[in-house]
């Protein structure tokens, strides 16, 4: 498959140090997306929003949904979204009725929605992604990391380049082309519970223990600690490979499998796990979290028994189907997207410390701003990128958080049809759980997830970590969080977002981790001071600032 990367027509700065001016991409409302992009992205992923609108667009033409694309676009080089449908605003419930009988479109919709949910396709979707690609995608990955950049000759780390770019955005399409399946299996069970009288919060911990690839309880680092068994804790990896020859081929392995993911990020200038040795020791040597099967069994008695009888062999297969599905998106990320990112950047850098020379060798880490043809282009002979020019497109960057940003551009949204009826209703009502937007009138309150309040030290993490400051059980504080986080969440004692809702990232994390967790928390960030003293309490959906 080839991933064409043409950037979307974006508006940008005035270019003299003023104040960005915003402006619509193009017609219709556009959604800030600061859930995932919490600062403007770099060069390199100015690509990005041309295969995302390709994949989303692909995933929702694979449900006949009456919506035209998906568009992704970016405005001072944050990524805003809207989608494009030929229908206008929502109409009322009875006419909704009519209109699924009359127009084909919809029609064709509600056809389409009745064979995937008959067939249940989000099966055959997860035993395809387990059995199939995965197992094939993780080969290919560890044989790109076995391969060393800084010993390639210049040409040939050209050629690497051009491969981990085209990578890149190919496992990126892919990431993003496979997700509804697997989030219809969730929201429909949890719809379903809805009717039954279950609220949301309590469908959503039937599902906890779902999702392997976020409790960071992976084989390779079960068998790392097997290693170090009574063994004093180590503190450095130094430290851990002189344990034993076991203890170091167990670590080189673990390394190889998750080392070269970004942990703090969806961009290349996020850090990947093996430059963040201090995260691996704390990793190794950190206890098991609590774990998210314990007492699932009895819970989910105790609302099978709030089921009506003649429904519960539906309760129980569509529960079976969501668990299936539940972690998914999270494993793939992390193979397709996160590995794939990491690479990029090891390339990257690895160019910079050839080609950019006239600077500190601290300035070889601005690679991460240059555009891969520059770097190719310096790596045949011609002019290394500007130094003071990448500082300042870092600098440009690091200056405008997307947390400033409008949250919407060009005329207001028509409402959500979350009223429509039948199969076509219940998707569009799954969409409104992924994402709640924060209520500006509450400050510090938001959606709670959890049963116990939570006291600790706010660590402020905006797309990158200070591994002098975090330390494990410190609350983490952010815009978004998404599974490039998830080594940081498995060490973290709570977590509040300004961000998400009960599908959201963060709040699958919470329910895995059994972490307290406040989300959808207007201006968290600006209104917790990094190291205050903060209690996170999901039960009142409060955090208190001591």
């Known amino acids: 498959m080839t991933v064409t990367t043409n950037t979307t027509t974006a508006t940008t700065s005035n270019g003299d140090g003023t104040d960005p001016v915003w402006e619509p991409p193009g017609p219709g409302s556009w959604e800030l997306l600061a859930d995932h992009y919490p600062r403007p992205v770099t060069a390199v992923m100015r690509g990005w929003p041309a295969v995302w609108s390709r994949a989303f667009t692909d995933s929702l033409h694979e449900l006949d949904l009456p919506i035209d694309a998906a568009e992704m676009a970016l405005v001072n080089d944050i990524p805003y979204a809207t989608f494009h449908s030929s229908g206008g605003a929502n109409p009322p419930r009875w006419l909704m009725h009519v209109l699924l009988r009359v127009v084909p479109q919809l029609r064709r919709a509600e056809t389409t929605l009745d064979r995937v949910i008959t067939d249940r396709i989000w099966l055959a979707h997860a035993r395809q992604w387990y059995d199939v690609d995965r197992p094939s ?55 379903a519970c809805n009717g039954w009288g279950i609220p949301n919060a309590q469908a959503f911990e039937l599902l906890a223990g779902s999702s392997p690839a976020s409790t960071g309880r992976h084989p390779e680092l079960l068998r790392l600690r097997e290693t170090l068994a009574g063994q004093p804790a180590p503190t450095s990896l130094d430290q851990i490979r002189s344990v034993s020859d076991a203890a170091s081929t167990a670590l080189d392995d673990y390394l190889e499998m998750y080392g070269h993911r970004v942990v703090d990020g969806y961009d290349v ?21 609590t774990d998210p099967l314990a007492g699932r069994d009895q819970a989910t008695a105790a609302v099978r028994a709030r089921i009506p009888a003649r429904r519960r062999d539906d309760f129980d297969r569509m529960l079976a189907d969501a668990r299936d599905s539940y972690g998914v998106r999270d494993d793939n990320n992390g193979i397709l997207f996160g590995w794939a990112c990491g690479l990029m950047r090891r390339a990257m850098l690895a160019a910079g410390r050839r080609v950019l020379t006239d600077g500190s060798p601290a300035d070889t880490g601005l690679a991460v701003e240059a555009t891969v043809a520059e770097l190719i282009g310096a790596l045949a002979g011609s002019a290394a990128p500007d130094v003071r020019e990448l500082r300042a497109r870092r600098d440009r960057r690091r200056s405008r958080p997307s947390s400033r940003a ?18 076509l209703g219940a998707v569009m009502r799954i969409f409104a759980m992924y994402e709640v937007a924060p ?99 999901p039960t009142t959906g409060t955090i208190t600032v001591h």
């Open 137 to 191: 995608i993780v080969t290919d990955q560890r044989e790109l990391t076995r391969v060393d950049p800084d010993a390639l000759g210049n040409e040939a780390l050209a050629d690497h380049l051009r491969l981990v770019e085209r990578q890149l955005f190919e496992h990126g399409y892919r990431h993003i082309a496979m997700g509804m399946p697997d989030l219809l299996a969730i929201g429909l069970f949890v719809t």
């Open 406 to 423: 409008p949250r919407t551009l060009g005329p207001p949204a028509s409402p959500s049809p979350t009223n429509w009826p039948g199969r």
């Open 439 to 537: 209520d500006r009138d509450r400050p510090l309150q938001g959606i709670g997830i959890g049963h116990q309040p939570y006291t600790g030290t706010a660590r402020i993490v905006r797309g990158g970590i200070d591994g002098g400051e975090f330390e494990p059980g410190d609350v983490v504080v952010a815009p978004m969080t998404s599974p490039s986080y998830n080594v940081m969440l498995s060490l973290a004692g709570a977590v509040v977002t300004e961000e998400g809702g009960l599908l959201s990232h963060a709040a699958m994390m919470a329910r895995e981790l059994a972490l307290p967790a406040v989300l959808s928390v207007a201006g968290a960030t600006e209104l917790i001071a990094d190291g205050a003293t903060v209690t996170v309490d």
């Open 269 to 289: 200038d996020c850090a990947t796990l093996i430059e963040r040795p201090d995260l691996v020791v704390r990793l190794v040597t950190a206890a098991d979290p």
